[in-house]
């Protein structure tokens, strides 16, 4: 497996966690309706998207590789 493979790889593993993470937060906030969990789940989903666009970027810049 390639460096370039292995990172890609990483980051996909990265944004499932981080989508993992949100829907936690979201169930969390639904029990218990404290405004941490809502926090969280904005972020996580924020750094899933970043993680997505850098992911894409990534891909782009390193394709002829």
Not at 41 to 64: E, I, M
Request: charged letters at 10%; glycine letters at 8%; proline letters at 0%.
């Amino acid at each position: 497996m390639s460096l370039r493979a292995f990172h890609l790889f990483f980051i996909a593993v990265s944004i499932v966690l981080a989508a993992f993470c949100g829907a936690w937060a979201i169930g969390q906030y639904r029990a218990m309706h404290e405004i941490v969990f809502m926090l969280t789940t904005v972020a996580a989903v924020g750094v899933a998207l970043g993680l997505a666009l850098y992911g894409a970027a990534f891909q782009r810049k390193t394709r002829n590789l």
